[in-house]
């Protein structure tokens, strides 16, 4: 597990039946691209978050494959269509097999 990675969204809590949200996402994260060399002349190793997902029950909202190129700190804002209550679930891959995950709580009403 890359060390300091914190996952942060914004959506609403309320939203109307079929009302479309914004959502603000973004992984603290250093994004080596394995392209660089440290003081030593040593290649860095790559540390990517490598694939964002965002779920809204059963049904998938976002998948995104990340690269090498993607800065520090990826930020995604896209919208989602909230049919009903429901869970947000986010969840960001990295590189070294850890899973990073985040859920919202939208209520309809």
């Not at 060399?37 to 049904?59: A, H, L």
């Not at 969840?91 to 209520?107: A, I, M, P, Q, R």
């Amino acid at each position: 597990m890359a060390d300091g990675v914190k996952p942060r969204v914004k959506a609403p809590k309320k939203a109307d039946a079929g009302e479309v949200v914004t959502i603000k996402c973004l992984i603290s994260h250093k994004m080596e691209s394995g392209q660089r060399k440290d003081k030593d002349g040593n290649v860095i190793p790559r540390s990517i978050i490598n694939r964002f997902t965002c779920d809204f029950g059963d049904q998938n909202v976002v998948d995104v494959t990340l690269a090498p190129a993607i800065s520090t700190n990826p930020y995604f804002e896209f919208e989602a269509k909230i049919p009903e209550s429901g869970d947000l679930k986010f969840t960001w891959y990295d590189d070294d097999g850890s899973v990073y995950e985040d859920s919202k709580t939208v209520k309809v009403g």
